[in-house]
């Protein structure tokens, strides 16, 4: 897990230091070179079995600028849902309390900060790249059971790298965007059952370059 951290943080140095390096290329702004990126998500978590359902209840977008003919930097905001059903089981809360109910369990994450990718080819219609983003996430973990509901929210740091293919049909400025990606959050919940700490997901997704 340090490991993981530590990467975490080289990433998000490198990344800090080429938005400062972008700034003077950026001076001289065209919008032409501006992107929205809309996206529909399919998303697994992967470090825990509170809701580890794979689930396409999410979305991501992102705005970005063509700093240099292959590389993009800008801004991403995304969410996700997650859920699981647990039959009834009695749960042990303490010494002298127990709990006997079925659960309904939901994981939200937001996610948003700075994202940049580096083109591998300069082909005008199909465009494979690689790419990160770096910044906060904000997660609620939500168990609800008889007619009640516990939940518990938290934000922490946040950082995902991917893969991907942008494909534009006609070489212009609309295009096709896929993507693969792997997350990592330092959020720190509470649930019914367990603590977690931290979250990580894979998934991918596929939308629409404007």
């Keep these: 897990m340090n490991t993981i951290k530590n990467n975490i ?32 998500q399919m998303n697994s978590p992967l470090s825990t ?22 590389w993009d930097l800008g801004l991403f905001a995304s969410f996700h849902t997650n859920h699981k059903y647990i ?34 080819s300069g082909n005008r219609y199909i465009r494979p790249y690689i790419g990160a983003k770096v910044g906060t996430m904000f997660a609620r973990n939500t168990t609800y059971f ?14 995902s790298p991917e893969i991907g293919l942008r494909i534009y049909p006609t070489g212009g400025h609309w295009g096709f965007h896929i993507a693969g990606y792997y997350s990592y959050g330092t959020n720190k919940t509470s649930t ?12 991918f997704r596929l939308g629409v370059i404007f």
């Design 49 to 70: 079995d509170y809701a580890d359902r794979i689930s396409g209840w999410g979305m991501n977008y992102e705005l970005t600028y063509n700093v240099t003919p292959r």
């Design 87 to 120: 039959d009834r089981s009695t749960i042990q809360l303490s010494e002298t309390e127990s709990l006997t109910t079925d659960q309904s369990r939901s994981a939200f994450q937001v996610p948003f900060g700075v994202t940049t990718s580096y083109s591998l």
């Design 192 to 203: 019914l059952t367990t603590d977690i700490d931290g979250q990580s997901n894979a998934g």
């Design 146 to 159: 008889a007619d009640r509901g516990l939940y518990d929210s938290a934000w922490g740091f946040y950082a």
């Design 9 to 40: 943080k080289r990433i998000a140095a490198a990344l800090c230091l080429a938005a400062v390096t972008a700034m003077p290329a950026m001076a001289q702004f065209d919008m032409s070179k501006m992107h929205l990126t809309v996206d529909w």
